[in-house]
């Protein structure tokens, strides 16, 4: 098994043997129908993919600033796509799910009203975010420190808000402001509640990879009663810094059932028992606009489906754009759970298209063959792997493995024993100095610093990765469209059992969205 690390080198040393020999040139110019495929590419433009980036956005500036699934935001997107795709040919559902959406009805707010007023930015990777299970409120006071250890000292071992005598001389109403340590987030905030406070604020604890907001706090159920919120250090310490500082905290959840829906275009030529498929999620995260997660794969298959619309494939091309993937991938595990065993034999391969414009980026494929991670795909991937490795090198161009683990639209098809890959620029994790010296960049950055926030705008996007990767997309489809090789053959027949009996949970949840 090859390091993640080790992986990139190879892609880089490969890239520079093409472009020295010129005996490695990718896919598309080892394929008898590498014409079709080389139109498709020249036709496929950034300027075309960036164009529909822009819908997005401006769509999302129309609706509170977000597409999110189950809003007018997410409709609109979906009203978009639908339209652009029925208008060059293709055979359009409209897929309704319903999902329970978890959110908040007025946007959440931690503002520093004194001293020197600052409003602090919500989301993961930014300032704060809510606790789960915190109950709405909206309180205003001054914040009171509870036993804090600053300058950190080891990790996990602040006891800040343990005990119950860490709140002696706590003023009733106020705010208190608690560090991350030893104990779990819900007896601090019990504690908070029984000495009065009208709001918690825990913030991480300071040390080496316990900074950032990059943890969702649970709370462990109902009973608390006040607003309580997880901060990074930064904002814990900015808190701290002045006697007197007051707050103000916003926090307003829902949780309710509403409809969502995926987009499916199919081409009206080619072999129905054969199927190529192509996804990406088109609904962002709440507290933002997502044109990088996953505006970026959307207006990149987009763009290639519509280029694509003349073509005569001899296999049937499906361009899926998936709903409610931020809520635990759902708009894709209900299509897969949808499908007959017999519909579901017919898709020979699918590719996974999310944050592929990473403005920070790494030219990351997923790990079909398992050697880089050690999770491999179903039989098959690993060609799927092999084959986008080709494009890069064949365009002398670096590239990575990132890991195959369902994190995104492709774990309900590999569930499904359906052979996948895909591509990914990068979200939360940090650029190593590595990876900045063979891809540029910046190192000790994320590779998406607007991920999952409200800075995931137009300007969060990197143009060549943009155009880089809409080029791979249009050479796999087109590809594949023509001749899916040994995919899907007698070499990978023992998955069709494991196809039919699959079950259906959704992959794990992580990070990502």
């Known amino acids: ?50 164009t529909h980036l822009k819908v997005f956005q401006a769509i999302a500036n129309a609706h509170d600033g977000t597409r999110v699934s189950g809003t007018r935001g997410f ?3 979906r009203d978009y796509v639908a339209w652009r795709l029925r208008a060059v040919g293709y055979k359009v559902t409209v897929q309704p799910f319903e999902f329970l959406f978890e959110g908040y009805r007025t946007p959440p707010a931690l ?39 600053l300058p950190p000292g080891a990790p996990n071992s602040s006891t800040s808000g343990c005990e119950a005598s860490d709140f002696e001389g706590f003023v009733a109403g106020r705010v208190a402001l608690m560090q991350r340590g030893t104990c779990n987030f819900r007896v601090k905030v019990d504690n908070a509640m029984a000495a009065g406070a009208s709001g918690a604020i ?10 950032e907001v990059d943890l969702n706090p649970v709370l462990g159920g109902p009973g608390v009663t006040i607003p309580s919120f997880f901060t990074s250090f930064a904002v814990g310490q900015d808190l701290a810094a002045a006697a007197g500082t007051s707050v103000t905290m916003n926090w307003d959840p829902i949780s309710e059932t509403r409809t969502t829906y995926n987009v499916i275009a199919e081409s009206r030529k080619g072999d129905p028992n054969n199927v190529v498929m192509a996804g990406a999620h088109l609904d962002s995260v709440q507290e933002g606009p997502g044109i990088n997660d996953n505006g970026s794969g959307s207006a990149g298959i987009l763009e290639v489906a519509l280029q694509f619309a003349k073509t005569k494939p001899k296999n049937q091309v499906r361009f899926a754009f998936w709903g409610a993937e931020e809520f635990g991938l759902l708009g894709s595990q209900h299509y897969v759970d949808s499908l007959s065993a017999e519909e579901r034999e017919k898709i020979t391969l699918y590719l996974n298209f999310d944050m592929i414009a990473s403005p920070n980026y790494t030219f990351g494929i997923y790990d079909g063959d398992g050697d880089a991670f050690g ?56 650029k190593t100095e590595a990876e900045a010296a063979i891809f ?3 190192a000790g950055i994320p ?23 809409s080029d791979a ?18 070499a990978t027949a023992a998955t069709g059992a494991a196809r039919t009996a699959a079950t259906h949970g959704h992959a794990p949840a992580e990070a990502k969205s």
């Not at 080790?6 to 080892?30: C, D, I, P, Q």
């Open 440 to 442: 540029g960049g910046t």
């Open 473 to 490: 997309v249009a050479t796999l489809v087109a590809t594949y469209a023509f001749d899916t090789g040994t995919i899907g053959t007698a």
């Open 375 to 430: 999770t491999a795909g179903p039989e098959g991937s690993a060609q799927i792997e092999e084959d986008f490795e080709k494009f890069y090198a064949g365009r002398g161009l670096p590239f990575t493995a990132t890991a195959f683990t369902g994190r995104s639209d492709y774990g309900a098809f590999i569930a499904a024993g359906i052979p996948a890959g895909g591509l990914f620029t990068g979200a939360e994790v940090l």
């Open 202 to 211: 825990v913030f991480n604890e300071g040390q080496e990879g316990r900074t």
């Open 1 to 50: 098994m090859r390091s993640r690390l080790r992986k990139g080198v190879l892609g880089a040393v490969v890239a520079a043997l093409a472009l020295s020999s010129g005996a490695f040139t990718g896919t598309a110019s080892a394929h008898p129908n590498h014409d079709s495929v080389r139109k498709l590419v020249k036709a496929v433009s950034g300027k075309n993919v960036n």
């Open 111 to 149: 503002q520093r009203t004194s001293p020197d007023p600052k409003t602090y930015t919500y989301g993961f990777f930014s300032d704060y975010v809510a606790m789960g299970d915190s109950p709405a409120g909206s309180v205003s006071g001054q914040i009171q420190a509870v036993d804090l250890v």
């Open 447 to 469: 590779l998406d610093p607007c991920y999952h926030s409200a800075c995931d705008t137009i300007k969060n996007i990197s143009a060549k990765a943009l155009d880089v990767n």
């Open 75 to 77: 409709d609109a997107s």
